[in-house]
């Protein structure tokens, strides 16, 4: 079965930092790309940031490019997001998801449970 | 970026009732569009893939389809468990973009 527990949330204040990470498991990890997806509290899905199986490709939302870093160990099964500079508007629970293929277009067939990230003062 | 424009953003109908909802692409997506369902306080859950696929395990009641830049999700007979809000999402280019999202409710 496949399982995707993400962590590292937590409330923090704007211009601070925050790593989070996603554990999987149930699947070989490094045959897939992997996305983070958004989702700010009462509100829709925002797409954040990709990775493909080998790193080769990474790609950024606008609101997010120059201030986040996706990364994988795919040593450790390990998906990770590095949020710099955080603003009230990145608070959201984050998700990480697992793309049906090696690549870094398509559709999410896992979802983990999402990890909450409040920025405010 | 490809915008996706999703109607209603909200419904109610009764138990057996023939749902619908709408997603409009701002420009030529050709099929790469998934449906995908997300009951309260639960991660989203894929349901349709390339606009009409359903994927393993989904009751054959949900499908979808596609007419040129416009995309239709069909419950063709709703269950008190399909109480949900329902996105959609473009796999065209990146960015990749959801829906508004539409949130499902029984009469």
């Known amino acids: 079965e496949v399982q995707l527990v993400e962590s590292g949330g937590g409330l923090v204040q704007p211009g601070r930092s925050l790593r989070l990470s996603c554990a999987a498991s149930?699947?070989?990890?490094?045959?897939?790309?992997m996305h983070w997806v958004r989702q700010p509290p009462g509100k829709g899905l925002e797409w954040v940031s990709l990775?493909?199986?080998?790193?080769?490709?990474?790609g950024y939302a606008d609101s997010v490019r120059g201030r986040f870093t996706i990364s994988r160990d795919n040593a450790k099964n390990s998906l990770y997001l590095q949020m710099n500079s955080l603003r009230v508007e990145d608070t959201a629970l984050y998700y990480c998801?697992?793309?049906?293929?090696?690549?870094?277009?398509?559709?999410?067939?896992?979802w983990g449970q999402g990890t909450l990230v409040t920025v405010s003062s | 970026d490809i915008q996706m424009t999703q109607s209603p953003s909200s419904l109610s109908a009764s138990v057996g009732d023939r749902v619908t909802i709408t997603c409009q692409a701002s420009q030529d997506i050709i099929n790469y569009l998934n449906w995908y369902q997300q009951k309260p306080g639960k991660a989203p859950k894929l349901l349709i893939y390339d606009a009409s696929n359903l994927d393993t395990g989904v009751p054959s009641r949900f499908s979808g389809s596609r007419s040129g830049t416009d995309f239709t999700f069909t419950i063709s007979g709703l269950q008190p468990e399909d109480i949900a809000t329902y996105f959609c999402?473009?796999?065209?280019?990146?960015?990749?973009?959801f829906g508004g999202g539409t949130k499902v409710e029984i009469k």
């Open positions: 990775i493909t199986s080998d790193s080769g490709t990474v």
């Open positions: 149930g699947f070989t990890f490094d045959d897939y790309g």
């Open positions: 999402q473009q796999y065209n280019n990146v960015p990749l973009t």
């Open positions: 998801a697992k793309l049906h293929s090696s690549g870094y277009l398509g559709y999410f067939d896992s």
